[in-house]
Structures are given as C-alpha cells and as structure tokens.
C-alpha cells in the first residue's frame, strides 16, 4: 500500500506505486462520497481522494415568529446567548437616505430611519430649512431659481419686444 497525506482541503491523498489496486477502493471511495480520480502522472501513480467526514451535532434554530419562510421581512442573524445557546435575532431591514426628487443624490443633514421612526420624528430633523428643504438638494434648487428667472427675464424680453412691434 502508498503512503497517506492530507492535503488543504482535509481530503486524504493515497499515493501507491502500482495502479492495480485502486478496483479494490472504487466501491469504497464511491460509497463513502469520495472521488476517485484515475490520473496517473509519469511514475504510474494513481491519486484516491476520499473526504474526512467529521460529524459533529450541531443545534437546530426555530423562527422565534409565526412566518416561516425565508423573505425580505424575516431576516435573521445567529446569536450565541450567554447561557451558550444559539438562537435567532431578527433584523431590521437596510435604510436607505432620503434623496433628491430631480438628481437622486443622498439628502445630507436628514436622518435615514424606516418609516414608523420618521412618522415620531420632529419636523426640523425631517427638513432642512431652505426652500424645497427635505425634497430636493441644494444644488438643484439653485438651478430651479435660475431657470425661473431666466424664464421670467424671457418673458419680459417678449413683453418689450410685442411693445415695440406695436409702436411701429
């Protein structure tokens, strides 16, 4: 028989000199989840792998609520209790920061909280004291004002220019 070596995945390699024996272990690799490999590189070895099966109990976890399926809503985490028990703790679902209506970037200066904290939030951490503060970012509503103004300047050229028309 060959010498016996793990390698890194804890499978155990059988390295042997003849390759005559390895029908004797294909019935028990092939029973034991094991696979058989029957390469054989220049010196006529032949390469067995089998898997190290290291059966330890481990502790079954129940959902601590009454919906049993895996979704958005019922995501959980394993937590070791001080008394060395696992159990289940339920996690909230990832916040995502208010943004802006037109570009949507991030609203800096407003609380990311799920929608039952912000209802009991007060106003002044729910806006930001600007016009369309809480809605649209800073940058955007310069661009607002600036479009108006330079709608209302054109609306006036207009006016002036119907003026002058008429005269004539």
């Not at 029973?31 to 070895?45: A, F, I, W």
């Not at 330890?56 to 985490?77: D, G």
Request: with cysteine.
């Amino acid at each position: 028989m060959g010498s016996r070596q793990a390698n890194a995945d804890g499978k155990v390699l059988i390295l042997s000199q003849d390759f005559h024996w390895w029908e004797d272990y294909a019935g028990l690799a092939h029973s034991l989840g094991g696979h058989l490999g029957s390469s054989r590189d220049r010196n006529q070895k032949l390469l067995l792998f089998l898997p190290v099966r290291i059966s330890a109990m481990v502790q079954r976890l129940t959902y601590r609520r009454r919906l049993s399926y895996n979704t958005r809503s019922n995501r959980v985490k394993v937590v070791k209790t001080p008394g060395g028990k696992l159990v289940y703790q339920y996690q909230k679902k990832p916040v995502k920061a208010p943004r802006c209506g037109d570009c949507g970037v991030a609203l800096p200066g407003l609380k990311a909280l799920r929608a039952r904290k912000l209802a009991n939030l007060a106003k002044n951490q729910k806006t930001v004291s600007r016009a369309y503060g809480g809605s649209r970012c800073s940058h955007c509503v310069r661009s607002r004002i600036v479009r108006a103004f330079l709608v209302e300047e054109q609306k006036i050229v207009k006016k002036v220019l119907k003026q002058q028309t008429q005269k004539k």
